[in-house]
């Protein structure tokens, strides 16, 4: 039977795969869940046969059943190709023992193009599959990266325009650069004075503003969402959990069958999802490591089946998951509800209103595959430093809180099951908190400076993207109170 989509605050209707992509929310504020998790066609042993774009079409089309077998394929076609700077897309790199998914080869270099780059493709097709003739206008918050991907998914595409809202002092100088030098005229970018969840509630806000719906519906245009809540953004995520196992079978690394664990530096809660996604379809993984910043909301969670965002919000070196409201975790609170979208309603009206809630023992009983813990600012560039002196290695600072946490969790379980730490940005992205990690002496230089020392003692060249930006002209420079986002939009469409 094949997947449909319903929302995790009411199961009575369900719509397709594509009616999903083009709505991102539901209207009842929930959010699009499969109604079943599909098994894999293929065995491991097929899979580890196949290119990324093979392994790609065979997962993504258990998901996204209206599509057609063409459709399906040249979406994955225009979207994994040379805009990686790597043929295999997502390598896989060795270091003291563990695996790391190198995520960040796309585009703008973080872990969100793996999913962006196919997105606005997937978007397109599903307007024209439902005959929408409205533009559809890309709403998006960011914590930094999302904005950038979806920027360049997006910019020039026809048929869409897109707009951005990022926290104005809680990016970092590159992500904020790599934004604001944005071009094509589809786009805007906006700073708000506020945090990334001041930005994602802003969004949500206008995502339910059935007023602004309705004049913007007369002027031709729609809201679409490309942030980690559009199952379109979900789905294309799955994949490389999928693809990492076979790659590791494929070269011997493993025996067929043998339980890898993952473990994912999280925010949002999207990529996590994914790997837990990828478990459930038949992927032998044995504990999905959730691993926080400072920012220990789900670690927290993790740990008493409580989760509670009434508490300060740090700005880290990590800001990709600088996030108290882990926005995916709503469809795993669904799930281990058994389905029930009364429950989960209940509890998510409970976080708007009070900001906390409690699940029951019932329901953590069902959280045995997931282990959560976090590393603090000290320990995230301790490990920075230590991979380096060790193998050379240059982590991220999200990697890094990755990279931290799986050394408490073997020093706690003494678990020694081969391990995939998903690797979400390249150090490139956040180069003075990396390079001041390593060596206190480079706080005097300036960031292309650090640019520069790093490929120098790390051994990669510069990538692309940060090149794009050393000269690049800053073409956005709007800022706004995060009461004053509805005028923003309703400026840059012109219907203000
Ligand atoms: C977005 C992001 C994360 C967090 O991912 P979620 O899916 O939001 O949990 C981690 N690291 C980097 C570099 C990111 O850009």
Redesign the pocket.
Known sequence: MGVLYSSTRDSSKKVTASQAILKGLSDDGGLFVPDHIPALECSMRDLAGKSYQEVAYEVMKLFLTDFTQDELSGCISRAYDSKFDTEVIAPLVEAEDTYYLEL?HGSTI???DMALSILPHLMITSAKKNHVENEIVILTAT????GKAALAGFAGVEGTRIIVFYPKNGVSPIQEKQMVTQKGDNTCVVGIHGNFDDAQTGVKTLFNDKELAAQMAACGLQFSSAN?INIGRLVP?VVYYVYSYAKLLAEGRIEDGEEINVV???????????AFYAKNMGVPIHKLICASNENKVLYDFFSTGRYDRNREFVLTS?P??D?LI?S?LERLIYRIAGDDAKKNAELMAALSQTGCYEITEQMRKQLADFYGNYADEEETAKRIKSMYTNTGYVL?T??AVASAVYQKYVAETGDRTKTVI?S??SPF?FTRNVMNAIDEKYDSMSDFELVDELSRIGGVDVPNAIEEIRTAPVVHDNVCAKTEMKEAVMQFLGIA
């Open positions: 960040f973080a872990f969100k914590s930094g990266d999302t980690s995520q994912v530096p999280t925010g949002n809660f999207g990529n996590i999802l994914a990590s990709s998951m996030i882990s995916n991220d999200h990697t998903a979400t940005a992205k």
